[in-house]
Antibody
């Protein structure tokens, strides 16, 4: 059974940092590009970042470049998103997903507020 | 960045109706277009990939067409479970942008 489980969300103050994790199982994680997508409350979907199978290529949406870092550990079948200099507009549910197979997690909520 | 403009942003329809949602890209994306369905409180689900290919397990009442800059998602006969939100997404070039979404409501 395929499982994709995000963790690490929570309440953080503006300017703070947070690290999201995504644990995958039931498929060959190392074979696929992986991505993060976010959804602000009541809003649409926004693609955030993706990473190549071996971690050698990473891409980001402009609004998070220089603040967020995507990474992966294929030995642990895990994806990460290190977020720093967080802003109120980063408040959202963050989803981990594999586009090629349409495997998604349930999302983890990040709230940036003082 | 490639902008994806989806229309309408919402529509009202009845069970059994045929509905069409359109998505326009700000530049040609060939057939690199996905359609997703999202139910409240849930992660999106892929319906159509490569503009017109039906994802495994998705009912045949869903279909997609188009290439270049103009795309459509058609639901041939709306079912009660289809009254949710739909998004297009281009995967031609990063950042992989989504359309603004179309909420399908019961008339």
């Amino acid at each position: 059974e395929v499982q994709v489980v995000e963790s690490g969300g929570g309440l953080v103050q503006p300017g703070g940092s947070l690290r999201l994790s995504c644990a995958a199982s039931g498929f060959t994680f190392s074979h696929y590009w992986m991505s993060w997508v976010r959804q602000a409350p009541g809003r649409g979907l926004e693609w955030v970042a993706n990473i190549k199978q071996d971690g050698s290529e990473k891409n980001y949406v402009g609004s998070v470049k220089g603040r967020f870092t995507i990474s992966r550990d294929n030995a642990k079948s895990s994806l990460y998103l290190q977020m720093s200099s967080l802003r109120a507009e980063d408040t959202a549910i963050y989803y981990c997903y594999c586009g090629a197979t349409d495997y998604w997690g349930q999302g983890t909520l990040v709230t940036v507020s003082s | 960045d490639i902008q994806m403009t989806q229309s309408p942003s919402s529509l009202s329809a009845s069970v059994g109706d045929r509905v069409t949602i359109t998505c326009r890209a700000s530049q040609s994306i060939s057939s690199n277009l996905n359609w997703y369905q999202q139910k409240p409180g849930k992660a999106p689900k892929l319906l159509i990939y490569a503009a017109s290919s039906l994802q495994s397990g998705v009912p045949s009442r869903f279909s997609g067409s188009g290439s270049g800059t103009d795309f459509t998602l058609t639901i041939s006969s709306l079912q009660p479970e289809d009254f949710v939100t739909y998004y297009c997404q281009q995967n031609y070039r990063t950042p992989l942008t989504f359309g603004g979404g179309t909420k399908v409501e019961i008339k």
